[in-house]
């Protein structure tokens, strides 16, 4: 008897696929566990399996289309067989068949090219199954809108697939929106500069005889989704108290080239507009003559002539104390725009500490073993272990002993993770991000160290893929590079509990009933009482005491 694939959830965001490749086409035989097609989600491509032997059959669409989660996919029987009824029926008819490719033990790859969410839509049309429709994708798993960074073509311009259309700003990152399709960009949905929301339509590609482009904006009008949101051309001016120099405002935006647009990635553009360099004058060495950060790092412009001289203060010996000057000054102020980082990190972690119920365990770990092992081992190691490292691997030990603490709620149930999978949040310029350590306790302290220094390294420069900051099990937010002597972290949620790491300080202790110096540190568990007991927390502290206080356990 014949059998329906429905489209699978491949990602816990995704609300329709499209269909990258087929391997395998109508009447062809299909053996279970061999390769059908490949599924661009809203996060990865992935390779999507046969559960079933038999005759490929039906297939609900041809490479390059979008299909719905649940869905009919593919439907798989006996040469011959009769799927009328299979094909009437679509995807909601045959739930059955879905479940079990939806366990289908594809790895995902990083993909930024992952096609928009559905929307529905009035006015008579699905935008999500025009094919000429691009909507804004959910570029990570807490975006609700994107800011236009900059835009690589302009209407009336061909487009292929592959082609980098625009730079779109999310709230962990920049990041290159390359098109799935070909043909002449028709339409773009915001400008530069402008918000535009998840699913809302941000372009239209195809061939202008044959697309109904009226139809489909005024259907994307009528969708109930906000749609682009102009960001403020200029801020007004902060008033600048008298006998104050403006600042030089000859590179406050980047020029433009011939054909309107500058070739370059958006980490260079970040760094020439910190440097104060005109883009537009840096040569370019990447693909088609693109700027990239080497680029701009090398660039030397020519030394600009000092202007004007330092005019010395002049004053005569009257042998009388100059009265005072009255002092006149002007109030000023600046209202910066709140970047779609720090709108994500301050929603984030309000709901975080206004829905889980916190409560603080701290603990003061004696370093002087792990002060010494750490010198014994940089004396080997490839690369450099900092104490963070040390931490990170004890924790990771610590959390296989201890479950509970490696837990997140769920509402109904509590997931207990068999994995460990810590994150390590790293400070950036619009505020803060979390790149994932995955199955840190199966690692070195060489392999800890050399992953957190890439990851922390692309955090900061927002090249990380939403892979490598999704998925953390527990997280560590360490002050202590600033001297901070304690402080309490907000639980990353779903996490059960984070580690706040608090500086090494030297500090008077008794050891053997003498009062000698000591290199102490302050760690506190952040811990979420839904899922994590006062018990549970400290037993777990104790642990990690236990193995940064005695560092040969860690390499056990």
Request: aromatic residues 4%; charged residues 20%; proline residues 5%.
């Amino acid at each position: 008897m014949a059998e329906v694939i429905l489209m699978p959830r491949l990602s816990d965001t995704m609300t329709e696929g499209v269909i990258a490749a087929w391997h395998k086409k109508v009447g062809d035989s299909v053996k279970k566990g061999e390769l059908l097609a490949e599924v661009e989600t809203d996060k990865a491509t992935m390779d999507l399996e046969s559960y079933k032997d038999g005759t490929l059959l039906y297939t609900g669409t041809d490479k390059g289309g979008k299909i719905q989660v649940n869905d009919l996919l593919a439907i798989i029987g006996a040469p011959g067989e009769d799927i009328s009824s299979l094909v009437k029926g679509g995807g909601a008819s045959a739930a059955p068949a879905a479940k079990a490719s939806g366990e289908s033990r594809a790895q995902a790859a990083p993909a930024a090219s992952a096609p928009a969410q559905a929307a529905p839509v009035g006015g008579g049309i699905d935008l999500s199954k025009q094919e000429e429709v691009i909507l804004m994708p959910r570029l990570s798993d807490t975006m609700t809108e994107g800011v236009i960074a900059d835009w690589h073509k302009k209407v009336g311009d061909s487009v292929k697939k592959g082609d980098i259309l625009a730079d779109i700003e999310t709230d962990k990152a920049t990041m290159e929106l390359e098109s799935y399709k070909e043909g002449k960009l028709l339409f773009i949905g915001a400008q530069k500069g402008e918000k535009i929301a998840v699913n809302s339509l941000l372009a239209v590609i195809g061939d202008e005889k044959k697309v109904n482009l009226d139809a489909i904006v005024g259907a994307s009008q009528n969708t109930g989704v906000a749609g682009p949101v102009a960001a403020p051309a200029s801020e007004p001016a902060a008033q600048v108290p008298q006998g104050t120099a403006p600042a030089d405002a000859s590179h406050s935006g980047l020029s433009v080239s011939a054909d309107g647009r500058i070739k370059a990635s958006p980490l260079a553009k970040k760094l020439a507009a910190e440097k104060g360099i005109d883009i537009s004058k840096v040569a370019g060495s990447g693909d088609n003559g693109r700027i990239v950060k080497k680029d701009v790092d090398s660039y030397t412009p020519s030394k600009a002539a000092s202007t004007g001289s330092a005019q010395p203060a002049t004053g005569g010996a009257t042998g009388k104390p100059a009265a005072a000057p009255a002092v006149a000054g002007q109030e000023s102020f600046e209202e910066v725009p709140v970047s779609q980082m720090r709108k994500a990190i301050a929603r984030r972690l309000s709901e975080s500490k206004f829905t889980a119920p916190h409560f603080y365990v701290t603990m003061a770990i004696d370093m002087d073993s792990a002060v010494q092992a750490r010198t014994k081992l940089n004396e080997s190691s490839p690369v450099k272990i900092s104490f963070n490292d040390l931490v990170l691997k004890a924790v990771a030990i610590a959390l296989k002993q201890h479950p509970a603490v490696n837990s997140s709620w769920r509402g109904d149930t509590i997931r207990v993770n068999h994995h460990v999978h810590i994150g390590v949040a790293v400070a950036i310029e619009d505020g803060l991000i979390v790149p994932v350590v995955r199955f840190a306790d199966a690692k070195s302290l060489s392999q800890i160290a050399a992953e957190v220094k890439d990851l922390a390294g692309r955090a900061k420069s927002k090249k990380l893929q939403p892979n490598e900051y999704e998925g953390s099990t527990f997280t560590i937010s360490n002050m202590g590079m600033f001297g901070v002597e304690e402080f309490t972290a907000i639980i990353n949620s779903p996490n059960a509990c984070i580690l706040a790491v608090s500086a090494i300080q030297q500090v008077p202790v008794v050891k053997n009933g003498a009062v000698v110096p000591g290199n102490v540190m302050k760690l506190t568990l952040s811990c979420d009482h839904r899922v994590v007991d006062g018990a549970s927390g400290s037993a777990f502290l104790q642990t990690l005491k236990n193995l940064l206080e005695e560092p040969l356990r860690m390499m056990i």
